[in-house]
């Protein structure tokens, strides 16, 4: 099996069953989904675990896959999808320490309260921009979200993605636009 072939090639020989085939493909994939995991986990084996556990989910789900050819752009959003479990289980754990701490205190400040109503806003208006991610391609999400979440440069990214950076430009401004498009349509929804 030559590695040089494509990743579709590799995702349809393991959706026939092939486990040599994946194996290259987390070879090729392991750099680029640890490096978004680190972003995420409180540690390195926090990171390491999150992208094993990508890698597993991905695995499971191949027969999932209708474009073999999008392969790396639906793995990244497994990635995505581990790092938000993770995120929201960390956050979980966390706020509900916070509230116990608090039940402590009978005579807390408002100004920690007003605080935790902004950090409950600034959440929600988190998982607005999620889910309306989550409809945007991966042709203009997976961009978008290297360059304002990963902070990468167009000439990164043009790397990674092997596109031309002017290409890049155009489908981010895209994902920006489409992006304010479903938040405004959200809020309107919201507001009548």
């Known amino acids: 099996m030559a590695s040089d072939d494509s990743d ?6 393991v959706q026939a069953g092939s486990r040599e085939a994946f194996r290259i493909l987390v070879e090729r994939y392991e750099g680029m989904v640890f490096d978004l995991t680190y972003q995420y986990a409180d540690s390195p084996e926090d990171a390491e675990d999150l992208a094993q556990d990508t890698f597993v989910r991905a695995y499971r789900r191949i027969d999932d896959l209708r474009n073999p050819d999008r392969f790396s752009s639906w793995l990244y959003g497994i990635a995505l999808n581990c790092c ?27 100004d920690e309260r007003s605080a935790q109503d902004d950090d409950l806003i600034a959440e929600e208006r988190s998982e607005q921009l999620w889910d309306a991610l989550e409809e945007l391609s991966s042709t203009y999400a997976t961009p978008f979200l290297l360059k304002y979440r990963d902070g990468m440069t167009y000439k990164a990214m043009s790397k990674r993605m092997d596109v031309s950076v002017s290409a890049l430009k155009v489908r981010v401004h895209r994902a920006r636009k489409k992006l304010r498009t479903l938040l405004e349509d959200r809020h309107d929804k919201r507001e009548s």
């Open 84 to 110: 938000r479990d993770y995120a929201k289980n960390v956050r979980r754990e966390t706020y509900a320490f916070s509230r116990t701490e608090n039940q402590d205190d009978a005579n807390a400040l408002p």
């Open 8 to 13: 579709g090639a590799y995702a349809r020989r």
